[in-house]
């Protein structure tokens, strides 16, 4: 005889897609299934994975990584963008206590009804500053947190830190987070088993706090991603750790030495925006680290000049690096170069054995040296000052871009008998003319 109970269907679906299916509903509609059935109702208070939205205002706001399954909580707030304008102070800030009062009273029944969330994540929490800490440490489910992250928080006060098991916590995601002290933001980074640890705008984070993180979490040889982005007040980190893997100091606008920065295993490395880079910074880095295969300098200004010579780099973003003027590069596993925008490249040297499409349309140089026996796809549209190929050995090429520029066949070498399809035409248009001033 068939079962007339509704849930029997979606009970009956394994548990890790039935959890994914629920992470797309909202709280009040994941509460809602709850009452529904009691194999239902069970099931919920086993999830480990959570998508809170409060008030009307949360709606608006739209659901973050809700298909990745993650504890989203929040803020609420009453709306009051209808209501008459009222000058009164006192009302002002009866309304900032109770908005910082019910986001603390739902956030504390969220974390006692839900004991074995993995993964939780607090957005535009800024209103109740500290308060969160007293209430996670306290709470049921740090036994089994893994992941979390902090997004908008601002801890005026060092009453409080971060008590959770030492050997749970994996990952470690604060941005935007204003901390009072070091005292605070240490007992973020204290786990023995910390393999992911990101601090994007943490603004008072400084040199020797870096240092100090890099020097506990060596102990338990862990870590292998750090992201440091737009952090203004780091100046010279000293990150020597040998497990690391990528490292991201993007937006750092005070960053100006590398020479400290030494992990044999390093393979990502994000420099984008650091603005006071320049050549020598730049060479030290790729000096102490041999094995890097991805590097970003994109928008980075103070470069002028690069030699490099590298057997591991692979992808390689050089664009808007507007002073750089002279680029020598030799790499033999690179198979992506990016370099547009570079508004002062006057001369270009490659030696790429193995990439197979590069496009430099649209720069500046007027004169350039290609050696690439896999190169099969070559763009050179748009650039209109080129008139010297001072070295052009390219046997794989299929296409060749010269559209937009005086150059003709003549120029690379070609003989009649290659089956290299050239594409040409366009007016040359000297499009420098408006960055001369950069």
Same mark, same amino acid.
């Given at each position: 005889?068939?079962?007339?109970?509704?849930?029997?269907?979606?009970?009956?679906?394994?548990?890790?897609?039935?959890?994914q299916?629920?992470?797309?509903?909202?709280?009040?509609?994941?509460?809602?299934?709850?009452?529904?059935?009691k194999?239902?109702?069970?099931?919920?208070?086993?999830?480990?994975?959570?998508?809170? &939205?409060?008030?009307?205002? *949360?709606?608006?706001?739209?659901?973050?990584?809700?298909?990745?399954?993650h504890?989203?909580?929040?803020?609420?707030?009453?709306?009051?963008?209808?209501?008459d304008?009222?000058?009164?102070?006192?009302?002002?800030?009866?309304?900032?206590?109770h908005?910082?009062?019910?986001?603390?009273?739902?956030?504390?029944h969220? @974390?006692?009804?839900?004991?074995? @969330?993995?993964?939780?994540?607090l957005?535009?929490?800024?209103?109740?500053?500290?308060?969160?800490?007293?209430?996670?440490?306290?709470?049921? #489910?740090?036994?089994?947190? #893994?992941?979390?992250?902090?997004?908008?928080?601002?801890?005026?006060?060092?009453?409080?830190?971060?008590?959770?098991?030492?050997?749970?916590?994996?990952?470690?995601?604060?941005d935007?987070?204003?901390?009072?002290t070091?005292?605070?933001?240490?007992?973020?980074? #204290?786990?023995?088993?910390?393999?992911?640890?990101?601090?994007?705008?943490?603004?008072?984070?400084?040199?020797?706090?870096?240092?100090?993180?890099?020097?506990? &979490?060596?102990?338990? &040889?862990?870590?292998?991603? @750090?992201?440091?982005?737009?952090?203004?007040?780091?100046?010279?980190?000293?990150?020597?750790?040998?497990?690391?893997?990528?490292?991201?100091?993007?937006?750092?606008?005070?960053?100006?030495?590398?020479?400290?920065?030494?992990?044999?295993?390093?393979?990502h490395?994000?420099?984008?925006?650091?603005?006071?880079?320049?050549?020598?910074?730049?060479?030290?880095?790729?000096?102490?680290?041999?094995?890097?295969?991805?590097?970003?300098?994109?928008?980075?200004?103070?470069?002028?000049?690069?030699?490099?010579?590298?057997?591991?780099l692979?992808?390689?973003?050089?664009?808007?690096?507007?002073?750089l003027?002279?680029?020598?590069?030799?790499?033999?596993?690179?198979?992506?170069?990016?370099?547009?925008?570079?508004?002062?490249? *006057?001369?270009?040297?490659?030696?790429?054995?193995?990439? &197979?499409?590069?496009? @430099?349309?649209?720069?500046?140089?007027?004169?350039?040296?290609?050696?690439?026996?896999?190169?099969?796809?070559?763009?050179?549209?748009g650039?209109?000052?080129?008139?010297?190929?001072?070295e052009?050995?390219?046997?794989?090429?299929?296409?060749?871009?010269?559209?937009?520029?005086?150059?003709?066949?003549? *120029?690379?070498?070609?003989?009649?008998?290659?089956?290299?399809?050239?594409?040409?035409?366009?007016?040359?248009?000297?499009?420098?003319?408006?960055? #001369?001033?950069?």
């Amino acid at each position: 005889m068939a079962s007339n109970d509704p849930s029997s269907d979606l009970i009956s679906l394994p548990t890790d897609q039935l959890q994914q299916i629920l992470s797309f509903v909202t709280i009040h509609e994941f509460l809602a299934l709850s009452q529904t059935s009691k194999s239902i109702h069970n099931m919920i208070d086993l999830a480990h994975h959570l998508c809170y &939205q409060g008030s009307d205002y *949360d709606q608006k706001m739209g659901r973050i990584n809700r298909n990745k399954g993650h504890a989203d909580l929040r803020r609420s707030m009453p709306n009051i963008a209808n209501m008459d304008p009222i000058s009164s102070h006192e009302f002002e800030k009866r309304a900032v206590h109770h908005r910082s009062d019910l986001t603390v009273t739902k956030l504390t029944h969220c @974390l006692n009804r839900f004991h074995y @969330l993995r993964t939780l994540q607090l957005y535009r929490m800024e209103h109740i500053g500290d308060k969160f800490l007293p209430i996670l440490n306290a709470a049921p #489910t740090k036994r089994y947190l #893994t992941h979390l992250k902090l997004h908008n928080v601002r801890i005026v006060k060092d009453a409080y830190t971060l008590n959770l098991p030492d050997d749970r916590l994996s990952h470690v995601e604060l941005d935007g987070v204003i901390f009072c002290t070091y005292k605070v933001l240490k007992s973020f980074t #204290t786990s023995r088993n910390l393999q992911v640890l990101k601090m994007s705008g943490c603004r008072a984070l400084k040199d020797a706090d870096v240092h100090d993180i890099i020097r506990r &979490q060596n102990e338990f &040889q862990k870590l292998r991603e @750090l992201v440091l982005e737009n952090c203004s007040t780091i100046v010279a980190p000293n990150i020597a750790c040998p497990t690391l893997i990528r490292l991201s100091l993007a937006r750092c606008n005070m960053l100006r030495d590398l020479s400290l920065i030494s992990c044999t295993n390093l393979v990502h490395v994000d420099l984008s925006y650091c603005s006071l880079i320049t050549d020598s910074t730049f060479k030290a880095l790729i000096r102490q680290n041999a094995n890097i295969q991805k590097l970003s300098l994109k928008g980075v200004r103070g470069v002028a000049s690069i030699d490099l010579r590298s057997d591991c780099l692979q992808e390689l973003d050089l664009s808007m690096c507007i002073g750089l003027k002279d680029c020598y590069i030799d790499c033999g596993a690179m198979v992506m170069l990016e370099m547009g925008m570079c508004v002062k490249l *006057d001369r270009l040297n490659l030696t790429l054995t193995s990439i &197979q499409m590069l496009d @430099l349309s649209m720069l500046s140089m007027r004169q350039i040296a290609i050696n690439a026996r896999k190169l099969k796809t070559l763009n050179f549209s748009g650039c209109c000052k080129l008139t010297s190929i001072e070295e052009f050995s390219c046997p794989a090429l299929e296409l060749l871009d010269i559209s937009g520029t005086n150059l003709c066949r003549k *120029d690379f070498y070609l003989s009649k008998k290659t089956k290299t399809k050239i594409r040409t035409g366009g007016e040359v248009h000297d499009w420098t003319n408006p960055f #001369t001033s950069l």
